[in-house]
C-alpha cells in the first residue's frame, strides 16, 4: 500500500461540508493533514465543477463517490453523468435503506437492481461496489446475505467496498472477507472496532481499536485493493484530528511510499 492509495471519506467530516466555502476549507484541511485522495460523500449542494476546481487546487483525487441508494438503482444515467463530471471511476451503493433483510423478496430484488445498474456503470467504464453494514450478516438461504448479494451478481457490475468495522460488528472477519473477494474489492473502508469500559463497540482511529491491520492490509493488498479509506462515522472529537492519527499510524506503520 502507498500513501498515495489512502484517502479521507468525507462522510467523516460531514458536518464541516455544508456549503462551497466549508467544502473548499475542509478540503484544504484534508491535503494538509497528507492525504491525496478523497471519497466524495455527506456534502452539501455544490456544483460539480466548482468541486473539481476546488480538488485540483488542492491536489486531491476524487477517487471515488456515494451516491444515493434509490439513485443509483433507479436512475443510473444521472450517476453516470455525475461521475464523467468529477472524472471518478467508482462509486458505492451505500446503505440499503428501505431493504428488509427478512424478505426474500426484498433482498432478491435488490441484488436484480444492482446487477443491472452495475452493468450500465461498467459499460460506461465506471464500477459499482457495494458498502456493507452489520446488517447484511443476516442469513439467507443457509449464508449471509453479503455472500448471497456477491454470488447473485456479475463480478463485473458489483464490486466490493467492504467496510472493516461493519464486517466485525456483524460478527464476520475483515481479512477474510478482503481475501474472499480477490479481483473484486477496488476499495477498502478502514475503520477500526474499540470496546470500551462498558462493553460497548465504538468507532476509533485506526490503530486504536482491536482490529487486526496487518493482516487486513495484507489481505486486501493481495486482493487487489486500489484505495484504502479511512472513514470514521463518530469521533471523540475533531473529526480532522481523527483523520489525522489514523493517517499517521497508516503512514508509519504500513505505507510503503
Same mark, same amino acid.
Given at each position: 500500500?502507498?500513501?498515495?492509495?489512502?484517502?479521507?471519506?468525507?462522510?467523516?467530516?460531514?458536518?464541516?461540508?455544508?456549503?462551497?466555502?466549508?467544502?473548499?476549507?475542509?478540503?484544504?484541511?484534508?491535503?494538509?493533514?497528507?492525504?491525496?485522495?478523497?471519497?466524495?460523500?455527506?456534502?452539501?449542494?455544490?456544483?460539480?465543477?466548482?468541486?473539481?476546481?476546488?480538488?485540483?487546487?488542492?491536489?486531491?483525487?476524487?477517487?471515488?463517490?456515494?451516491?444515493?441508494?434509490?439513485?443509483?438503482?433507479?436512475?443510473?444515467?444521472?450517476?453516470?453523468?455525475?461521475?464523467?463530471?468529477?472524472?471518478?471511476?467508482?462509486?458505492?451503493?451505500?446503505?440499503?435503506?428501505?431493504?428488509?433483510?427478512?424478505?426474500?423478496?426484498?433482498?432478491?430484488?435488490?441484488?436484480?437492481?444492482?446487477?443491472?445498474?452495475?452493468?450500465?456503470?461498467?459499460?460506461?467504464?465506471?464500477?459499482?461496489?457495494?458498502?456493507?453494514?452489520?446488517?447484511?450478516?443476516?442469513?439467507?438461504?443457509?449464508?449471509?446475505?453479503?455472500?448471497?448479494?456477491?454470488?447473485?451478481?456479475?463480478?463485473?457490475?458489483?464490486?466490493?467496498?467492504?467496510?472493516? *468495522?461493519? !464486517?466485525? $460488528?456483524? &460478527?464476520?472477519?475483515?481479512? #477474510?472477507?478482503?481475501? /474472499?473477494?480477490?479481483?473484486?474489492? @477496488?476499495?477498502?473502508?478502514?475503520?477500526? *472496532?474499540? !470496546?470500551? $469500559?462498558? &462493553?460497548?463497540?465504538?468507532? #476509533?482511529?485506526?490503530? /486504536?481499536?482491536?482490529?487486526?491491520? @496487518?493482516?487486513?492490509?495484507?489481505?486486501?493488498?493481495?486482493?487487489?485493493?486500489?484505495?484504502?479509506?479511512?472513514?470514521?462515522?463518530?469521533?471523540?472529537?475533531?473529526?480532522?484530528?481523527?483523520?489525522?492519527?489514523?493517517?499517521?499510524?497508516?503512514?508509519?506503520?504500513?505505507?510503503?511510499?
Amino acid at each position: 500500500m502507498k500513501i498515495s492509495q489512502v484517502a479521507a471519506q468525507l462522510y467523516t467530516l460531514r458536518d464541516h461540508l455544508k456549503t462551497p466555502a466549508e467544502v473548499a476549507e475542509t478540503l484544504k484541511k484534508v491535503r494538509a493533514i497528507g492525504y491525496q485522495a478523497v471519497q466524495v460523500s455527506g456534502m452539501g449542494p455544490i456544483d460539480e465543477t466548482e468541486l473539481v476546481r476546488i480538488l485540483d487546487n488542492e491536489g486531491l483525487t476524487c477517487c471515488a463517490t456515494h451516491e444515493p441508494g434509490n439513485l443509483i438503482l433507479d436512475d443510473t444515467a444521472k450517476v453516470i453523468e455525475r461521475l464523467h463530471k468529477l472524472g471518478c471511476r467508482y462509486t458505492a451503493y451505500p446503505y440499503p435503506a428501505g431493504i428488509d433483510f427478512q424478505k426474500p423478496d426484498h433482498i432478491e430484488t435488490l441484488a436484480n437492481k444492482l446487477d443491472v445498474a452495475g452493468a450500465a456503470m461498467a459499460k460506461a467504464g465506471q464500477v459499482l461496489t457495494y458498502h456493507n453494514h452489520a446488517h447484511e450478516f443476516a442469513h439467507y438461504q443457509g449464508r449471509t446475505v453479503l455472500e448471497f448479494m456477491y454470488a447473485a451478481t456479475n463480478p463485473r457490475h458489483l464490486q466490493g467496498e467492504i467496510d472493516t *468495522y461493519w !464486517v466485525q $460488528a456483524g &460478527g464476520g472477519d475483515p481479512a #477474510a472477507w478482503c481475501r /474472499r473477494l480477490k479481483g473484486r474489492l @477496488p476499495l477498502l473502508h478502514l475503520k477500526d *472496532y474499540g !470496546v470500551g $469500559a462498558d &462493553g460497548k463497540p465504538y468507532f #476509533a482511529e485506526i490503530g /486504536r481499536g482491536n482490529l487486526d491491520w @496487518p493482516e487486513i492490509i495484507t489481505a486486501a493488498e493481495a486482493s487487489g485493493c486500489q484505495w484504502f479509506i479511512v472513514e470514521q462515522d463518530v469521533c471523540p472529537g475533531d473529526p480532522f484530528e481523527s483523520l489525522a492519527i489514523s493517517f499517521r499510524c497508516l503512514q508509519e506503520k504500513f505505507a510503503d511510499g
